[in-house]
């Protein structure tokens, strides 16, 4: 069966550098997704991606974050200077057009900032 | 507005039933989706239903919707101890960028 893959699976920086998380979507999927979830807290959707580009995007997707499709088949979420509070499990999700709008799901890259 | 609810936490006892509830805000939500986590790991879609449905039964979950009151619920009938997680509920829309908006999460735990 199909599925998303991250990687890493574990990412650790110190705070303000730079952070790239990388997702492969299901190959004939046109909609991705970014998610994260704060530990503890709900997933909260960060940004959409269609069409190559940002669909919408949340409060929390500031000008820190960038996402971009580079080579057609990696989706990857760059954060430029990380801080303290980025520190979640970031999800990668995509969609077809399913009659249902199933979105999956990535297995997660959790980021730890120091 | 986008507020997904959901009570923080539910405990059963192991071959009982569970019922986990959700109310939501936003009307013009088209799909209302459960999803389990388990700890540590990422997000099972368990079952989900359209809203012009009433109800869905899928072997031991059944998922029951009023849209008038805008409450969803998951029932998982004879509880093992392998459901332990955390259930979320998400909405979405059929247009637009169909973006979930997640609830806050449900932490079950089955007593053996």
């Known amino acids: 069966e199909p599925e998303v893959t991250q990687t890493p699976s574990h990412q650790v920086t110190q705070m303000g550098q730079e952070v790239i998380l990388r997702c492969v979507p299901i190959?004939?999927?046109?909609?991705f997704y970014w998610y994260r979830q704060i530990l503890g807290q709900k997933v909260e959707f960060l940004v959409s991606?269609?069409?190559?580009?940002?669909?919408?995007k949340s409060e929390i997707f500031d000008d820190q974050f960038s996402v971009e499709r580079p080579d057609g088949s990696n989706f990857t979420l760059k954060i430029r200077s990380t801080k303290l509070e980025d520190s979640a499990m970031y999800f990668c999700?995509?969609?077809?057009?399913?009659?249902?709008?199933?979105?999956?799901f990535g297995p997660g890259t959790r980021l730890t900032v120091l | 507005g986008e507020d997904v609810e959901q009570s923080l936490f539910l405990s059963v006892r192991e071959g009982d039933s569970s019922v986990i509830n959700c109310t939501y805000t936003?009307?013009?939500?088209?799909?209302l989706y459960w999803y389990k986590q388990e700890p540590g790991a990422g997000l099972q879609l368990l079952t989900y239903?359209?809203?012009?449905?009433d109800m869905k039964q899928d072997q031991r979950l059944t998922v029951l919707l009023n849209k008038k009151d805008k409450h969803l619920s998951l029932r998982i009938a004879d509880t093992q101890t392998g459901d332990s997680a955390i259930y979320f509920c998400?909405?979405?829309?059929?247009?637009?960028?169909?973006?979930?908006?997640f609830g806050t999460g449900t932490r079950l735990k089955v007593l053996a």
């Open positions: 936003d009307s013009s939500s088209t799909y």
């Open positions: 239903i359209f809203s012009n449905m």
């Open positions: 991606f269609y069409n190559n580009e940002i669909s919408e």
């Open positions: 999700a995509t969609t077809g057009t399913g009659v249902y709008n199933e979105q999956f």
């Open positions: 190959s004939n999927h046109l909609y």
């Open positions: 998400a909405e979405s829309r059929t247009s637009g960028t169909y973006k979930y908006i």
